[in-house]
């Protein structure tokens, strides 16, 4: 699909559909006033005659509307103008995306991107607009060879606005956006895709794809080099399955040469049965999303590179298959990490942490400015946050500050949860220097605490992203969270640090 941005008047520009927004109670938006009375009052009537209540949602569609240039006109209920904001511009888009996704028009014009929602400017309306639609636009149907949903016709979308202001913030904002939701596109379908496809080598090809087509620095570490390396916590993980580990590093170095990278560590277990440990069997399907955050960190390297951002970035993956088998992990194993502490794997089941701590580790040798692990690493994060809010655990103020503005910013919204020292002592192991669980209260707090004893020398911040992944029941499928929110903090730390 393209994208462009245009000063225009509504009723001029010729487009297979025109979208205005209307707001509940009658009153009209700008673009529809303008489309109004072009139409000799065709919009006021429809409202007077009680078709269209206006509400957040709702939506009507006029053929041939006379007076104006386009073939139809697409009237969006907005809701309530003085309870306008973020929600409802966001639901606005997608009622327009709906129904245009189901026309026959190849190409419309929203006058939707102008709209004053407080507190944001005209470029967060132009991202929101375009990930919004392509959002909707999304599918997943490769595998499907019977009937399939009808290709949409829409092909090209334009962003209308009042003229005057200059465009190019809002053309830079479309820009990032385009790629941003390349991004979230690539980092859903590796999601969506089965276990049997998305193994730990097919990740590793595919970021060897994106490599040669972004021109990346890529390096795939094998079996034998984590053994020499010693990375004992994540062979532990892969050592039940027939799918050999990789420990994928891409890297984009947009960004001044002495700037340090930011590192993103995604958690890439392409199936999690729990090991030995064995995972009761509902829904169990679903844990091939187990590897979001791998597939996060590819989408985000996708995205800043698609759209030149200037910044250094590293993504690193450490991928892998949980499954029981005659050489798993056993509860009571223990072994011993790349950071040389001993960990007691108590339960096979709590496998991100270990493969995280080894990548974690590994992290240590590209001196990072700072760094992010993505995982969908805790039940608990579900029942505490639901599928709202991804957990945010950081041990360091600034960053998880600025973690929370990129979130609140990309919509991607994060809550965070403490780190303290008091929870550390359920991590105690008789055994060895800690375990690998530690027990029911507090579980996605004590997956973190564990990690945080890998990630000392840094500053670094966790997302446990169990519950905002994906999504369960008849809309199942991944969300493409939290790329979002990660080409965002790059993107507003890159403005805060001139080059
Ligand atoms: N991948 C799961 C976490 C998960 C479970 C995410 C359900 C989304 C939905 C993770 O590897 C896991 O199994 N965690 C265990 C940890 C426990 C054994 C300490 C969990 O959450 O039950
Ligand atoms: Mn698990
Ligand atoms: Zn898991």
Redesign the pocket.
């Known amino acids: 699909m393209e994208f462009s941005i245009k000063a225009l008047s509504p009723e001029k520009k010729k487009t297979g559909c025109m979208v205005v927004g209307v707001w509940q109670g009658g009153s009209l938006t700008r673009g529809a006033q303008l489309a109004d009375k072009a139409s000799g009052g065709q919009v006021s009537a429809v409202l007077k005659q009680g078709d269209l209540s206006g509400r957040s949602g709702s939506s009507l569609l006029l053929h041939r509307p006379s007076g104006l240039a386009a073939d139809r006109l697409l009237l969006v209920g907005l809701g309530e103008q003085k309870k306008f904001g973020e929600t409802a511009f966001k639901d606005a888009i997608r009622s327009a995306s709906n129904a245009l996704k189901n026309l026959g028009a190849k190409d419309a014009t929203l006058a939707l991107t102008d709209l004053e929602v407080p507190g944001r400017d005209l470029a967060w309306n132009v991202r929101h607009a375009v990930t919004g639609l392509r959002e909707v636009l999304y599918r997943f149907d490769i595998l499907k060879t019977g009937k399939k949903l009808p290709v949409p016709a829409l092909a090209a979308v334009t962003l209308a606005v009042v003229g005057g202001a200059s465009l190019k913030p809002a053309e830079r904002a479309l820009e990032e956006a385009v790629a941003t939701a390349d991004g979230i596109d690539f980092a859903k379908t590796l999601g969506n895709l089965p276990p049997n496809i998305c193994t730990p080598a097919y990740l590793a090809d595919e970021a060897k794809k994106l490599a040669r087509e972004f021109k990346l620095g890529i390096e795939v570490l094998e079996q034998r080099d984590m053994e020499k390396l010693g990375m004992g916590a994540l062979l532990a993980v892969s050592s039940g399955s027939r799918q050999p580990p990789k420990l994928i590093v891409l890297k984009y170095l947009g960004g001044a040469k002495k700037q340090k990278p930011i590192v993103y560590v995604g958690?890439g277990?392409t199936f999690?049965t729990?090991g030995i440990?064995l995972?009761p069997g509902g829904e169990m399907d679903?844990?091939k999303?187990?590897m979001s955050g791998a597939g996060s960190v590819l989408g985000t390297m996708r995205a800043l590179a698609g759209m030149r951002a200037p910044v250094n970035a590293i993504g690193l993956i450490p991928a892998a298959e949980?499954m029981p088998g005659g050489n798993a992990t056993r509860p009571g194993d223990i072994v011993t990490t790349l950071s040389g502490q001993t960990v007691e794997i108590l339960?096979t089941?709590?496998?991100?942490r270990l493969v995280l701590c080894d990548a974690l580790t590994y992290a240590e040798r590209f001196e990072p400015d700072v760094v992010i692990d993505i995982a969908?690493?805790?039940?608990?994060?579900?029942v505490a946050l639901g599928h709202v809010a991804s957990g945010l655990f950081s041990n360091d103020e600034n960053l998880a500050g600025e973690i929370g503005a990129a979130a609140d910013d990309a919509w991607d919204r994060v809550w965070r949860l403490p780190l303290w020292d008091d929870y550390q002592e359920q991590l105690r192991s008789n055994f060895a220097d800690m375990a690998?669980?530690?027990g029911r209260p507090g579980?996605s707090i004590?997956?973190a605490c564990y990690l945080s004893r890998f990630t000392k020398k840094m500053r670094w911040a966790h997302l446990d992203v169990?519950?905002t992944a994906w999504k369960s029941g008849r809309e199942k499928g991944s969300t493409g969270r939290p790329v979002p929110l990660l080409v965002r903090f790059a993107l507003r730390r890159a403005g805060l640090k001139p080059r």
């Open positions: 958690k277990i999690d729990g440990s995972k679903e844990m999303f187990d949980n339960n089941d709590a496998e991100g969908t690493l805790t039940g608990a994060c579900v690998n669980i530690g579980g004590t997956a169990a519950g």
